[in-house]
């Protein structure tokens, strides 16, 4: 069974995403244990208090006490690897966000049905309750399936493209333009002439480094900085990507 959390000091607001959310795991067939709080130290405080696992989070970032992004860095701190989908009338604190890993950075104002019922199906395929979308890539007899959550990073050197992934490197022949067909649209980005990079997988945008969820940092090209900032902002607004939910 899953376990969801709402966290959101507007009461109309809980109610309204908890009756959204309870008719999607009806229509999907999904068992969850939905759960609300009005505030981030309640939530914080059932956390510690009852010892449950959190598979998805709803949470509100402007919240009076401890905001959203707070509560989210000291759940990080504490060992919480929940889906968290940010919940925020303002697109300001979309980059400090970045250090906490979210999935979706969503602004209610714009946050449709159908984009409420797409970022819980990726949430819930990240909790591993869907099968995962694989790359497929060879190297002579030796063949890799790795799922796409897995994947950091692609590094091309001429027609060498090495993938690095959760279990290692593997090295195999493209061209950077066949590889980018083969990629989920909106899931990868080009950040330098030599790197392929998973959005998901950026914790942090310097002016010219990307610095990695893996403690890695990769050179950022002058010319895609701008590429990189917008498709990383519409990914974690809830736009196109699906690198992990493909």
Known sequence: MLQVAICDDDRAALERYAVQLERLAVQEQLGIRLTTFPSGEALLFALE???????????????PGLDGIETARRLRAAGCEAQILFLTNSREEVFESFDVRPLQYLLKGQLSLEKFRTSFARAVQLCGRQPQALFVCERGAERRAIPFREITYFEVAKRIVTV?????????YSSMGDLEKRLPPGAFVRAHRAFLVSVS???RLDQDSLGLTTGESLPLGRTYVKQVREQLSSYLSGGEGGGEDA
């Open 49 to 63: 208090d009852l010892d449950w696992r959190l598979d998805i989070l709803y949470l509100d970032v402007q919240m």
């Open 164 to 172: 690095h992934y959760a279990g290692g490197v593997f090295s195999f």
């Open 201 to 203: 997988k950026i914790r």
